[in-house]
């Protein structure tokens, strides 16, 4: 019997030989016998994790076959793989029915295969017919010391002629080097083979449906502000008279149906459908600014009831995520800078459970005779994050404090405040805390939590005032209110915009 590296030597030998004389263009790059054959490999692998997947062997029998090649053991594996995977050191893991194999594995040259043509070898595997079956092979990639080698199956397998990235190729071979059956894996399942007898048809393009969809997204359940019928109309207008715009421009054919609108609290969309997806690619370039538009003509992330526990987002596709001929997708975030308010310490997250609705009702005042415009918070009571703790066993809602700026105070004329059940408002008189504090009080309150649900505040302001200035956040028509508890360690803050 040959040692290992004498046969190793052997085969080197025959290899330049007849590499002088012919090249193999063909995986394995040998010259072996493909069939008859026992072994092959379930062609879909398994994946335990992102970098690493298994070859399953098979060993079926062929009735009467007398072949050698029929009872051959499977000593080496070999994978056809992309040159540019073959890096020094790679950092490549093998295991056989996950346990160690005998020798790691290795890069080499396609024995007498054109150049550029590598394969791993996996050798001394140990398996035959009765051994081998089920046996799983798993192989692992990861970047090597130096950061080069390929990480996943697509990168690292060349797949067979006209098979997809992904597939790989594996040539099973006995101890004498005869037999040489080649399998196919992929990462996925195959589609069925076309009917080999039908006559080659040209498929008709498949039309690409193309939806833009505007979501809101609330992140903890809160206020529910709704998509109004009139608001779904213009949105859904504006975007398709932007798309067909588009599309005459680049000369992308739609198919001449009626667009597909849907409305619903939450959700607005428009779908349109191209003739063929290469129709609808021609948009691509201009996708990114028309989603913007889209985005921004609707949500302005800084209104509180667009940022922190709302948000909404516009997304592209043929109406299933992350599939369609145009794919886009765009959330806004705004962070407006941390204010300094309120001065005195205590708890501002919602811990209580007194909530200011993210919406400022702007309205005028009726019957005010010097045209006072009026701002409302609307009070809403939900379920506070920790309802068995001190702040959120809070049942009154003593006061409330809202930040504004001392210097405009007289732009506030009177607070009109109505909790949930009075038959009308009560006109409170402004009061403030020291200059400097920045703070507008509204006080007392005591409402219980009955009182508090549905409640309003609103403060009565000169027609010619910005609120956003007024609210120390000019240009946002942006207020800021905090309730306090009885003990006024608890104080809730919210944001609320016009
Ligand atoms: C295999 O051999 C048996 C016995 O000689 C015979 O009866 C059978 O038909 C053979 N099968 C095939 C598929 O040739
Ligand atoms: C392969 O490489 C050898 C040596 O570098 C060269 O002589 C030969 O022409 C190359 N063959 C092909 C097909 O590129
Ligand atoms: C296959 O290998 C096993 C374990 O090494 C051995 O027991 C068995 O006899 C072998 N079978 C054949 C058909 O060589
Ligand atoms: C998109 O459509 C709206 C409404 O029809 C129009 O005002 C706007 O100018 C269009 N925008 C672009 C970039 O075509
Ligand atoms: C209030 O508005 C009315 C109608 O716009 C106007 O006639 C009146 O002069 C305004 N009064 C004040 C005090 O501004
Ligand atoms: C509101 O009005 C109704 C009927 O006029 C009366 O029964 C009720 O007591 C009033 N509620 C309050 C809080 O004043």
Not at 179 to 194: G, N, T
Not at 431 to 440: D, F, H, M
Not at 458 to 463: A, E, H, P, Y
Not at 467 to 495: E, L, Q, R, V, Y
């Amino acid at each position: 019997m040959m040692k290992g590296g004498t046969l190793a030597m052997a085969v080197l030998a025959v290899a330049v030989v007849l590499t002088q004389a012919v090249t193999i263009k063909k995986f394995p790059y040998l010259p072996c016998a493909k069939k008859p054959t026992a072994y092959s490999v379930l062609p879909t692998v398994r994946n335990p994790d992102p970098k690493t997947f298994c070859f399953t062997i098979q060993v079926t029998a062929t009735e009467n076959c007398t072949s050698y090649c029929c009872g051959a053991d499977l000593r080496k594996i070999l994978i056809d793989v992309n040159p540019e995977c073959a890096v020094q050191n790679p950092n490549i893991h093998v295991t056989l029915n996950d346990g160690p194999i005998k020798a790691g594995p290795a890069f080499e040259p396609g024995p007498n295969g054109p150049n550029n043509s590598v394969v791993l070898r996996l050798t001394q595997l140990g398996l035959n017919i009765t051994t081998a079956h089920g046996a799983e092979v798993c192989i692992s990639l990861a970047r090597n010391s130096q950061g080069a080698g390929c990480r996943t199956m697509q990168e690292f397998c060349k797949p067979p002629a006209g098979e997809a990235d992904g597939t790989c190729a594996v040539a099973m071979l006995d101890s004498q080097y005869d037999c040489c059956p080649i399998a196919k894996a992929s990462s996925y399942v195959m589609p069925p083979p076309p009917p080999p007898e039908s006559p080659p048809v040209l498929p008709a393009p498949e039309p690409c449906p193309v939806c833009v969809t505007l979501n809101r997204i609330e992140y903890f359940p809160l206020y529910p502000i709704s998509f109004t019928a009139q608001q779904c109309q213009a949105w859904a207008d504006m975007v398709v008279s932007n798309i067909t715009a588009f599309a005459g421009l680049v000369d992308a054919t739609l198919l001449n149906l009626p667009p597909a609108v849907k409305c619903e609290d939450d959700m607005l969309q428009a779908c349109v459908k191209f003739a063929s997806a290469e129709e609808g690619y021609k948009l691509e370039e201009y996708m990114e600014p028309l989603v913007q538009l889209w985005y921004s003509s609707f949500v302005n992330p800084c209104k509180a009831y667009w940022r922190g526990w709302y948000g909404a987002s516009v997304t592209v596709n043929d109406g299933v995520d992350g599939s369609g001929c145009l794919q886009h997708y765009t959330s806004l975030v705004c962070d407006p800078a941390p204010i300094d308010f309120p001065k005195c310490k205590c708890d501002t997250g919602m811990v209580t459970p007194f909530f200011a609705a993210p919406i400022l009702e702007k309205r005028p005042f009726e019957g005010s005779r010097t045209n006072d415009t009026l701002y409302c918070f609307t009070v809403f009571v939900s379920t506070p994050f920790d309802p068995d703790s001190p702040c959120g066993r809070t049942t009154n809602l003593l006061k409330a404090e809202i930040y504004a700026d001392d210097a405009q105070r007289r732009k506030v004329k009177n607070i009109l405040v109505r909790p949930n059940g009075a038959n009308s408002s009560r006109l409170m008189s402004t009061s403030w805390a020291s200059p400097g504090e920045q703070t507008l009080k509204v006080t007392p309150l005591n409402w219980n939590r009955e009182q508090a649900h549905g409640a309003s505040i609103c403060l009565v302001v000169d027609n010619a005032a910005d609120i956003g200035s007024f609210c120390n956040a000019p240009g946002s028509d942006t207020c800021t209110i905090i309730f306090f508890d009885d003990t006024k360690d608890c104080c809730p803050k919210f944001d609320a915009s016009v």
